[in-house]
């Protein structure tokens, strides 16, 4: 069983387009957290979210608003996407409220706006 | 603001051998972690190894291990009997410890490790 999954794997869309990333997370934990890999491969925090609430949120453009149905899930929605929004997009997970600090990667989610 | 450097950008060594890669970060927190993530060419990040700032015992995983000195803000991570399977990115990770989900890790620029048959 996959720990934390992410779809699609692979997303290829025209600029000004709407998209949406979405993660999910089977170990139990109780933050997720959304990551951007540019293509210089520096990783990047965006979002996080603690128990369904949002946590973190680096400054990152309106475009961009996570949601959190559940513990489980954190999905990505992005609006008019834009040629510099290229990039891979990394969901992790945390047990932070055990003290488990260490972050569970996705496998990524690889964005191109041609 | 806490800053993670990795001065190496490349690094290679041979199969079997033993290789060291850098990494200082800055910081004001006494209270904190550190970790090494790996990414190999499937993109996925994986972690590698942890230490915990309150523990002066250096972190051992097998064949990685870390040599973490608090005073001068450097963790280097130890690859011995380098393997095939060992080449990838390399990620120096910080993380400040704060409760309620604020614990983002701060990464440093990456070390590409190729090891050679």
């Known amino acids: 069983d996959t720990a934390v999954s992410q779809t699609p794997k692979y997303l290829v869309t025209q600029m000004g387009n709407d998209k949406s990333i979405k993660c999910e997370q089977n170990l139990g934990h109780d933050t997720m957290y959304w990551y951007k890999q540019d293509s210089k491969k520096f990783l990047k925090i965006m979002f996080s979210y603690n128990n369904k609430e949002l946590i973190i949120n680096e400054t990152v453009p309106n475009r961009f608003s996570p949601k959190s149905p559940d513990k489980a899930h954190l999905n990505l929605h992005i609006n008019s996407l834009e040629l510099g929004d290229s990039a891979v997009y990394f969901c992790a997970s945390s047990q932070v409220e055990k003290g488990l600090y260490e972050q569970y990667f996705g496998p990524g989610t690889r964005l191109t706006v041609t | 603001a806490q800053t993670v450097t990795q001065s190496q950008p490349e690094m290679s060594v041979q199969e079997a051998e033993t290789v060291t890669l850098s990494c200082t970060y800055d910081?004001?927190?006494?209270?904190?972690?550190l970790f090494w993530y790996k990414q190999p060419p499937s993109r996925q990040m994986i972690l590698v190894i942890r230490?915990?700032?309150?523990?002066?015992q250096n972190a051992t995983e097998n064949r990685f291990s870390v040599n973490f000195q608090k005073a001068a803000k450097s963790f280097s991570l130890k690859i011995s009997d380098s393997q095939l399977g060992d080449t990838a990115m390399y990620f120096c990770?910080?993380?400040?410890?704060?409760?309620?989900?604020?614990?983002?890790?701060?990464f440093g620029a990456g070390t590409r490790l190729a090891v050679h048959p």
């Open positions: 230490q915990e700032a309150y523990k002066q």
């Open positions: 910081t004001s927190e006494s209270n904190y972690y």
């Open positions: 990770a910080f993380m400040k410890l704060i409760s309620g989900g604020y614990n983002k890790l701060i």
